[in-house]
Structure formats: C-alpha cells, structure tokens
C-alpha cells in the first residue's frame, strides 16, 4: 500500500537561507566575535564607547584644540564670563565674538569687561598660535580655531577665565589630557598586580594564598585620606609635575590591585584542576607562562569588563584627591586642579563657569560605566 504525502506537505515552507546562514555563522564564531555581535545590541554601551573615543581624541590633540596659552594669565581679565559665538553676520555665514571693552567699576574700583557690539573678533579654523608639539616631537603652532588680525589668549574666552585670568576652555583641553591618562596608568599597573599576585594566590594556594590574602587585607583596611594626607606632606613641594605624577600614578596603581586580585584569585582556584593546566605543567610550562598565556585568556573577557570599570574610579581619585589639595597641584593641569578654584561657594556664586570642569568628570565615569555593563554582559554570549 503507497502512501499518500500531505497535501500541504510539498507547500511547507522551507527554513529561509538567510536563518540558516545566520545559525551556521554562530555555530562558527570565535568567542571575540560572538561577543562583538552581542555587544553591538548594548545601545548605551556604543554611544559610551563613541563618547570615549572623543575623549581620547581630545587627550592626543590636546594642544591642537586649546587656542590658547593654557599658562598665560592676565589678572585684568580674572574671572570673565564665557563668550558667546556668533555664528552669522550680516546673513552671511561668519562665526564670530563680540570684543571686550573694559571700564573702571566706581563702587569696586575693578576693572569690569563688557560685550562691545561694534567690535566683531571674527573666527576662523587652523589658525597659528602658541608653539606645541604635536604628538610630543612635532613642533608646530597651528591650533583649530583662533581669531583674525589679533591674538587669542586677549580676544576670545569660549568657557571664561579663571581667577589668575587664564582661559577655562584652552586649560581644559589639558586637564583632560592628563585626567584621561592618569587613569589608564593607574589601571595598567594595577591590573598587573591584581593578576600577578591574584594568580599566584589562586594557582599555589597554601602558605602564598594566606601571605597574599594577608597583604590585601591590610591594604584594604588603610584608610584612604589620612594615607593621602599623609603622602601630600611628604611629597616635598619642589618636585617637578612628572615626578609627582608618576607618584600618583604609582599609588593609585598599588591601592587598586586588590579587588581584581581576589577575582583572579577565585577563577583560579576552579581552573588550576583544569586538564589544560595539567597538560601545561607536564609540559614543563613555568607559572608565569602557565597564568599569563594559559589560565588569564581563559577569563580575559571579565579583566576587560572589570577594566573599564576600574578607570572611573581612578579617574573620581585623582579629581577628588587633586580638589582637596591632596593630589596634582599647579602648575599641573587636570580636572581636580581646575576644580580647585570653585571650593568657594561665593566664588561659584559670581562665577558659576567654574564648576564647568565637573561635566567631562562626569560625562566620562557615566560613559565608562555604560561601557563596562556592556563588555559585562557580552563577556557571556551564550547566556
């Protein structure tokens, strides 16, 4: 006896190619792309990343963007408000400031400056300027914007002055350049230390667990102001920024390993009875070789996340401790030393463009966040 098919069987629609496609490309992507496609999903973590990379744009062209002698001070021009652009004249397109015209106040005798309507400091792009190095070895004297038939640093105040008359806009160009690496340098050592030391926690166990676990707790347990008190007094006041800010660097790095140490610790500790790190060992594969070539790619998707969430937090370090007084101090530039200036509630009262310093501090922790809770959630792809 035959039998007979389905009349809607040879009408059944066959899986779409594209479906298949898709299904064969999963099932043959490597762990870094099945990561990318899901993190691509994380709006917010994309427009974060684009966000950082402005700031890291920001941190390589520094010098190229401040129009101005981010170190010239003019004490007639303390405290002058931010400048308002101009972007028309006449109908044509043609961006431009009003000029200052200064006059003497009859009740505080201060030198007070006013928008003058007559007088037009017109913009223009690629204009030279104060001498740099682009890149640290280029020297050059073009910056992006400047001004026509006169000199910057006395013509055009985009974000105001500060109290020693220097221009906010052209000093926060360098202040990010230095609080965005500050940052990273601070992570990279501790994220050395925490997967040095962590792995050998994890990996040996025993007597070097216990010693390690020891030193992170008493780590942990310093308090943080009275230790920066404490290093701001004995870092003598004559050293050179470099030098201070290498000490900063270094301490911020040595005070931060310990929380990524005890989660390389706990990773170790389920992979050390793994047959590859078995194979490894037989091989005569040393510690070292057997944590850094074998053991840490196995988690490095979670390093990446923990990362990124680490550089906020350095980067809320140095602006809080360089805002006390404990950290960088003039003539460094960085976030918390321009900061330094709106202490004064009267002082931010009159002059409220102080505190515009504070927005890249919070623009860019939001950002590296977003950014963590993505790489956090496409560490995982297959969950």
């Given at each position: 006896?035959?039998?007979?098919?389905?009349?809607?069987?040879?009408?059944?629609?066959?899986?779409?190619?594209?479906?298949?496609?898709?299904?064969?490309?999963?099932?043959?992507?490597?762990?870094?792309?099945?990561?990318w496609?899901?993190?691509?999903?994380?709006?917010?973590?994309?427009?974060?990343?684009?966000?950082?990379?402005?700031?890291?744009?920001v941190?390589?062209?520094?010098d190229?963007?401040?129009y101005?002698?981010?170190?010239?001070?003019e004490?007639?021009?303390?405290?002058?408000?931010?400048q308002?652009?101009?972007?028309?004249?006449?109908?044509?397109?043609?961006?431009?400031?009003?000029?200052l015209?200064?006059?003497?106040d009859?009740?505080?005798?201060?030198?007070?400056?006013?928008?003058?309507?007559?007088?037009?400091?017109?913009?223009?792009?690629?204009?030279?300027?104060?001498?740099?190095?682009?890149?640290?070895?280029?020297?050059t004297?073009r910056?992006?914007?400047?001004?026509?038939?006169?000199?910057?640093?006395?013509?055009?105040?985009?974000?105001?002055?500060?109290?020693?008359?220097?221009?906010?806009?052209?000093?926060?160009?360098?202040?990010t350049?230095?609080?965005?690496?500050?940052?990273?340098?601070?992570?990279?050592?501790?994220?050395?230390?925490?997967?040095?030391l962590?792995?050998?926690?994890?990996?040996?166990?025993?007597?070097?667990?216990?010693?390690?676990?020891?030193?992170?707790?008493?780590?942990?347990?310093?308090?943080?102001?009275?230790?920066w008190?404490?290093?701001?007094?004995?870092?003598?006041?004559?050293?050179?920024?470099?030098?201070?800010?290498?000490?900063?660097?270094?301490?911020?790095?040595?005070?931060?390993?310990t929380?990524?140490?005890?989660?390389?610790?706990?990773?170790?500790?389920?992979?050390?009875?793994?047959?590859?790190?078995?194979?490894?060992?037989?091989?005569?594969?040393g510690?070292?070789?057997?944590?850094?070539?074998?053991?840490?790619?196995?988690?490095?998707?979670?390093?990446?996340?923990?990362?990124t969430?680490?550089?906020?937090?350095?980067?809320?370090?140095?602006?809080?401790?360089?805002?006390?007084?404990?950290?960088?101090?003039?003539?460094?530039?960085?976030?918390?030393?321009?900061?330094?200036?709106?202490?004064?509630?009267?002082?931010?009262?009159?002059?409220?463009?102080l505190?515009?310093?504070?927005?890249?501090?919070?623009?860019?922790?939001?950002?590296?966040?977003?950014?963590?809770?993505?790489?956090?959630?496409?560490a995982?792809?297959?969950?």
């Amino acid at each position: 006896m035959t039998e007979t098919a389905h009349p809607g069987a040879a009408m059944a629609p066959a899986p779409r190619q594209q479906e298949v496609d898709a299904a064969q490309r999963i099932y043959v992507a490597t762990q870094w792309q099945l990561m990318w496609w899901r993190f691509r999903k994380h709006k917010l973590a994309m427009v974060a990343a684009v966000v950082l990379i402005l700031f890291y744009l920001v941190v390589i062209f520094a010098d190229f963007l401040a129009y101005a002698d981010p170190h010239k001070s003019e004490a007639q021009r303390s405290l002058l408000p931010p400048q308002p652009i101009h972007w028309f004249d006449d109908g044509r397109f043609r961006p431009h400031v009003f000029g200052l015209t200064g006059k003497r106040d009859p009740v505080t005798f201060k030198r007070v400056y006013q928008p003058d309507p007559n007088r037009k400091v017109y913009l223009k792009l690629f204009a030279e300027g104060y001498e740099y190095k682009l890149f640290g070895f280029i020297p050059t004297n073009r910056h992006l914007i400047g001004v026509e038939g006169a000199t910057a640093e006395e013509s055009i105040f985009l974000l105001g002055t500060d109290l020693q008359g220097r221009d906010l806009f052209s000093r926060l160009m360098i202040a990010t350049r230095l609080s965005m690496v500050i940052g990273l340098a601070g992570v990279a050592l501790s994220l050395f230390l925490g997967i040095l030391l962590g792995g050998l926690s994890g990996l040996y166990g025993g007597a070097v667990d216990n010693a390690i676990q020891r030193l992170i707790e008493i780590v942990r347990s310093i308090p943080t102001i009275p230790l920066w008190m404490a290093l701001a007094a004995a870092v003598p006041s004559e050293w050179p920024i470099t030098r201070v800010y290498f000490i900063i660097t270094l301490i911020l790095g040595i005070i931060g390993w310990t929380t990524l140490a005890r989660v390389v610790r706990g990773r170790f500790l389920s992979l050390r009875t793994e047959d590859f790190v078995t194979a490894a060992e037989l091989a005569g594969a040393g510690q070292l070789r057997i944590i850094f070539r074998h053991m840490v790619p196995s988690f490095l998707s979670h390093i990446i996340a923990a990362t990124t969430l680490a550089l906020p937090a350095m980067i809320i370090a140095e602006t809080s401790l360089s805002f006390l007084g404990l950290g960088l101090r003039p003539p460094a530039i960085s976030w918390g030393v321009l900061l330094q200036q709106a202490q004064n509630v009267q002082a931010v009262a009159i002059s409220p463009w102080l505190l515009y310093p504070a927005i890249p501090v919070i623009v860019s922790v939001l950002a590296f966040n977003f950014l963590g809770d993505g790489l956090r959630d496409a560490a995982d792809p297959y969950g």
